[in-house]
């Protein structure tokens, strides 16, 4: 099959931060586009982006950002999704394909449905599984996506047309595309990434509310520094993906917390082997396991 | 002060594992050591430390690694502490310096002081705050404790000279070294090393026991691989460090409860406000924390 070449006019991006501004520079990097237009709340992160190269022009206005789009992309927290997709609706052509890049995806595509009505066919909801913990503009890298997985999650009224071209975009940016429904999306997401943050940032809290929480921290080593890199999160962000995917994360968590109380109760018993039975298993499940392990190219 | 070159005649190392062979390569890396002699449980391994060049001479016994050395090196998982001491005790001088690796240092001074009685001030307890999730003698590496903290925790009867010999040595090696009470030390690494290690294992458990875990882990991205790293520690160090530190692991695990609940409240409650602010105060806090932060040379 002979597919056009994949090239658009124009980004209409909105969020110039670290998620929006790397899509934008990956882009460019890949010379997949011609022009990005960009708008973020604020004016100043708006500017510096265009002073950096991440966008070639400043919108006044997310309306204005997505005037003249052939590719559209939301990088604002998800609570932001339904209000932002208000602000665009009126110029957003059959032909647009418009992406998210939210952690969750129910709450997006629900917004999506309410606003876009009939025109929501062309939203292609999906998640990049990257990012990190140093948030905005000035940390935007071009090679954020490469080789990461990207989860999309249409719904039954995508268009297949669409969903082709974020699937081929995506893949010339490097990343592995993996399709899924997005209640799956939000149940695998709640285990392996909504939960750890939240875990990460109560055992910070934790520390740092204790009479020598400041001393403690002072002694902690790599281990204690991978552990928690994640607890430097964004806080906005974080805030919208654990409410909004409030059920599954409060279920993974109460799976945790029994698994946690029977290491407890082993260790409270003085029990060496079921200690040691508890470590294997975690030991042997980690040491197997391989980020990307079903990358589709080997 | 003028004090005389720091050399060894003889390192007699028992453990030849990741710790202790990162000791052995350091040692003779800095040209700190004439000869080192070896001793592991299992004679495959101290044959394959000596085949890598970590050890000189095999030892068929901890007791004749011991004979002649006036450096001695336990890494051993803690609970062998008192049978290595037994093993040792009749061979050494009192001009040996003796020192572990343990992540525990009130368990081993107990042992110390049941087996050694009134040779104990040679012995310096040590922990160096450094390691990977790779185990085993194939991974050593002189770089290991580079650049990192090592915690000394003398008693009263500790030897002045030997802690002395122990401050030069790691230094020389490249560490900042640090003394504290065994009881600080204990707690301190209850909150920043054993209760993160403890979470991580109970959360592969966690998503191992699930129906869909194995499709979830596949899911899984960076974060989760920097969160859970430390969950592929070597069972054996842990089983002993989890039961060793009970006390302190327990108390420690609770507040972590307490914050974690704290989240799900704000969470359960649709509280956007709520979660933001302690979000936001773990987000500081780890944004804050830099590893080494109180390096004694800057």
Known sequence: MNAPTLKFEQLGLIGCGLMGGSFALALKKAGLVKRVVGYSKSPSTTERARQMGVIDIEAPS??????????????????????????????????TLVMDVGSTKRDVIDAARRVLKD???????????????????ENADPELYYGRQVILTPIERTEPVQLAKATRLWTALGCQVQTMAPEAHD?????????????AFALMNAIADQEHGK???????????DFTR?????????????VSNREELIAQSRLFQRALRA???????GNPDAVEALVDKASQARSR???NANKPHG
Do not use: N
């Open 119 to 137: 025109q929501v066919g062309v939203f292609v909801p999906a998640h990049p599984i990257a990012g990190k913990e140093l948030a905005g503009v």
């Open 187 to 199: 149940a695998a997401y709640a285990a392996v990434s909504h939960l750890p943050h939240m875990i």
């Open 289 to 291: 396991w391989r980020m």
């Open 230 to 242: 994640i607890a430097a999160s964004d806080p906005s962000v974080w805030r919208d993906i654990l």
């Open 263 to 269: 290491f407890e109760a082993a260790i409270a018993d």
């Open 62 to 95: 997310a309306l204005l950002a997505v005037s003249g789009a052939d590719l559209v992309l939301l990088a604002v927290p998800v609570s932001a999704t339904e209000a932002t997709f208000k602000a665009i609706r009126h110029l957003l052509s059959k032909d």
């Open 215 to 225: 001393e403690f921290l002072s002694l902690a080593g790599p281990g204690f520094r």
